[in-house]
């Protein structure tokens, strides 16, 4: 992140607002127009360089002779880092038994404590580690659907919701790297939070019938707050301005004005932000979610350049799954209430317990019972 020099009156260029925490606010669109001018082409190329012409562009800025030069890579060369017998095929993946050098017995330990584990790897290392590898120096076949040379790109923590007492303001939820042309409705699609799929309603007679919709299809509204705007999802005609309630009791207080636009005809790069200041991304009327902003950078050429990869999951936080509370191996599904026949009010119960005990041979229901439809968090693991 680069800082203004002193006297230098350019408020397109970060600067540390509080060190190491957040910066002051700068206009996206306007901080990459300062790259672009200040960085030569090649610099922001997505072009690879070939060797020779690396070598002597090399030279050149060092100020090195043709011979010196010469001298530097035959001594620099990964040949002369060879530790075996020319010929001899060595897998990189294996370390010697014995090593000396100070990196390889740091590696060696962590390999030798890696295979005391029963279980290597996770599902969720599994699944992050496909997701660089998927990911990483990607390039579309279309050039369409490639990344212009020049585009920012951000880096998006979202949080958990302020009613999760547990990982409140601890840890993001999910990380998300986004290009400058997205939207913020395109942020807002890709934000995954478990009060979308709750299923309004009390199903206790009716287990088998089908919800109409998820609280996402029917509650569409929903809101960003970046420095002082609040950016509404207007793209369908439920939707509703629920930035008004915040609005109208500030004027009661004698709060500065807030200014309004729409959430899908605002781009990234047309956003003026804090880079790792807390700002607010609200939904269902009173779920809160913390959105950070850590980085803003020009794409680079090992990147992942395919422009239908994004918004791309970088990161998602593992949360424990809460088991049923009668056989303690699948799922939670329902939450039932008044119930004779769970050991705690209100109690937690995987889909085949549930039937099991609440409900005859026939399907009929026994005792008067509420259940409700529950979505685990963990669902998203």
Not at 26 to 35: D, K, M, V
Not at 70 to 83: A, I, M, P, Q, V
Not at 115 to 144: F, M, Q, V
Not at 216 to 226: E, G, N
Request: proline share 6%; aromatic share 10%.
């Amino acid at each position: 992140m680069a800082s203004k020099q002193p006297g230098d009156a350019n408020t397109n260029i970060p600067d540390y607002e509080y060190t190491d925490v957040n910066t002051k606010p700068f206009h996206i669109g306007s901080l990459r127009n300062e790259w672009l001018d200040r960085l030569k082409p090649c610099d922001f190329s997505f072009q690879q360089e070939d060797e020779e012409t690396f070598h002597a562009n090399f030279a050149e800025e060092m100020g090195l002779d043709a011979q010196t030069m010469t001298e530097l890579r035959s001594l620099c060369s990964l040949d002369s880092l060879r530790c075996h017998p020319e010929g001899q095929t060595v897998d990189t993946d294996v370390v010697p038994p014995d090593p000396t050098l100070k990196t390889l017995v740091q590696r060696k330990k962590k390999q030798d404590y890696k295979a005391s584990l029963k279980i290597s790897k996770n599902r969720h290392d599994l699944y992050a580690e496909e997701l660089e590898r998927l990911t990483t120096g990607r390039k579309s076949e279309a050039p369409g659907d490639m990344i212009p040379e020049g585009e920012v790109i951000l880096t998006i923590n979202v949080y958990y919701p302020a009613i999760i007492k547990r990982f409140n303001y601890v840890r993001p939820h999910m990380t998300l790297m986004m290009t400058g042309s997205h939207s913020l409705a395109d942020l807002r699609d890709a934000i995954c939070c478990v009060s979308d799929l709750q299923v309004c309603g009390e199903f206790s007679n009716t287990p088998d019938m089908a919800p109409d919709f998820i609280s996402k299809d029917h509650f569409k509204s929903a809101f960003f707050f970046f420095e002082g705007v609040f950016y509404n999802d207007m793209r369908f005609p439920e939707c509703q301005d629920i930035s008004m309630t915040t609005i109208e009791w500030g004027k009661d207080r004698n709060f500065p004005s807030y200014a309004q636009a729409k959430m899908e005809d605002t781009q990234l790069v047309d956003l003026k932000v804090k880079v790792g200041f807390p700002y607010l991304y609200c939904h269902q009327g009173d779920c809160e979610h913390l959105v950070i902003i850590t980085d803003v950078r020009l794409a680079h050429k090992n990147d992942c350049l395919d422009k239908k990869l994004y918004p791309l999951l970088t990161h998602k936080h593992r949360i424990i799954t809460q088991k049923c509370a009668v056989c303690h191996v699948f799922i939670g599904r329902w939450i039932t209430v008044n119930d004779q026949f769970a050991p705690s009010v209100p109690c937690l119960f995987c889909d085949k317990c549930f039937r099991m005990l609440h409900y005859d041979a026939e399907g009929n229901k026994l005792g008067d019972f509420l259940a409700y439809p529950y979505v685990d968090q963990g669902a998203f693991n």
